[in-house]
């Protein structure tokens, strides 16, 4: 029995000595794991292209944008309202904020499909819509977008369908403000109205005639 009594002791602190050292080993590393914020998914793309709602319908499309905001950007009223923008008076632009995740995506690929969803050899217009809302304007949300999208157009320069220049500017990006819930996903819940805009007003056709097959909208 007194043998016994030794081996269960001799067992006990075998087993609480392992029972540290592998503590001892598993929390620093647990710890530093906890430590250590975890990698960003998603990134952000601003863009401006005439009217929101086909902006937003464009990029939609796009395998990796996971959601699309319609909103104001690039004047010097905060809060303004989609009346207040389309008066002119408040320096914004209608703009498109897409999420997107880079691992699915680039933020190269999504300038690319942008000059081809709009007209970039017009100043203040896109299409029938006229006056500086509806510029165009990639609005780059860091250094490294800003020079990705300034690249961008300088190679399209040189290899652009058209012969006219282009004006689109490139700035960075101030604060977005998103737009009124009902110009939200108005392409989904308005899509008679929709589609009746967007041909009356000669969107794709003059892409067409723009961009020919490689035409994004």
């Not at 250590?36 to 401006?48: D, E, K, Q, W």
């Not at 933020?107 to 896109?126: F, N, S």
């Not at 989904?188 to 003059?206: A, E, F, L, T, W």
């Amino acid at each position: 029995m007194k043998h016994l009594s030794l081996q269960r002791r001799f067992l006990s602190q075998w087993l609480a000595l392992g029972t540290a050292a592998l503590l001892s080993s598993w929390l620093p590393a647990a710890q530093a794991q906890a430590a250590t914020p975890p990698a960003t998914s998603t990134t952000r793309a601003i863009f401006a292209g005439g009217c929101f709602w086909c902006v937003e319908s464009d990029f939609d499309k796009v395998d990796g944008v996971l959601s699309t905001t319609s909103g104001y950007i690039g004047g010097h009223s905060a809060n303004p309202t989609y009346e207040q923008v389309s008066s002119k008076q408040t320096g914004h632009a209608e703009a498109v904020e897409i999420v997107f995740d880079p691992r699915k995506v680039s933020y190269a690929a999504l300038v690319e499909r942008y000059w081809r969803t709009i007209d970039p050899t017009v100043k203040d217009r896109q299409f029938c819509d006229v006056g500086s809302p509806y510029r165009t304007v990639i609005f780059a949300v860091d250094d490294e977008q800003l020079k990705v999208a300034q690249a961008s157009r300088a190679a399209l320069e040189k290899t652009k369908p058209f012969k006219e220049p282009i004006v689109t500017e490139i700035v960075k990006a101030s604060t977005f403000y998103p737009a009124e819930g009902y110009h939200q996903d108005y392409y989904k819940k308005n899509p008679i109205r929709y589609n009746y805009y967007r041909g009356s007003c000669g969107r794709d056709v003059r892409l067409k005639v723009l961009w020919g097959d490689k035409a994004g909208g």
